[in-house]
């Protein structure tokens, strides 16, 4: 981010409809912002997305919660929107090294996601982000987590071995640049020489 530019994070929140992507899209672009980074899901009949946005340093909070609630009041479905702008000091990237992926699985049961989140809370564990799923009775967490705060990975691993067992859980901890060369899927390109 230049000093002539501050960033935003935005969330919306609306029952879904066809539509919204483009209105916030629309509305952001006419204030000259520049969306880097954004996610979106559908549950249960609502729409979310979040979303960081860069906008010259002229534009005000006010001017972008201005320009989103005229959206709102165009909208057929109510818009619940949360603006915030990025504290410099609280940006903290995750150094690679320490960057990993805990996947937890096991029989769906109430207090599953508290259960891990508080494991991963009483060994330092920063949560980067969380998913979760349920596929044939089968509950499956699948979190990006932080370990930079933990004395050590080894007494992690044996942790999590351990409380894997205690609750019946299969845990896998695996380096980040190990999981995504591992499950991602490139697919070829040919050469237009071909």
């Known amino acids: 981010m230049s000093s002539s530019t501050v960033e935003y994070i935005i969330s919306i929140t609306s029952r879904d409809r066809i ?3 483009y209105e916030i899209s629309s509305a ?25 946005a860069s906008f010259p340093a002229k ?6 919660e201005g320009k989103l609630a005229e959206v709102n009041a165009n909208s057929d ?3 619940n929107i949360l603006v915030n702008q990025v504290d410099d000091n ?3 990237t995750v150094d690679p090294q320490n960057d990993y992926v805990l996947t937890a699985s096991g029989a769906d049961q109430e207090g599953f996601v508290a259960r ?4 991963c809370m009483e060994h330092c564990i ?3 982000d969380l998913s979760t799923t349920i596929s044939d009775g089968e509950f499956i967490m699948m979190l990006e987590i932080d370990l930079s705060r933990c004395a050590s990975i080894r007494e992690v ?16 901890l695996q380096h980040n640049d190990i999981f995504k060369a591992v499950n991602e899927i490139s697919l070829p390109i040919r050469s237009s020489r071909e």
């Open 116 to 119: 891990v989140s508080g494991f």
């Open 19 to 21: 539509g919204i992507v």
């Open 126 to 128: 920063n949560i980067l």
């Open 28 to 52: 952001l672009a006419a204030l000259q912002g520049n969306i880097a980074d954004s996610r979106q899901s559908v549950m249960c009949g609502y729409y979310t997305m979040i979303l960081r």
């Open 77 to 79: 479905t109510a818009l």
């Open 59 to 64: 534009v005000s909070q006010s001017d972008i």
């Open 157 to 172: 691993r044996q942790a999590l071995a351990d409380f894997g067992r205690e609750y019946d859980l299969k845990v896998v």
């Open 90 to 92: 609280l940006l903290n």
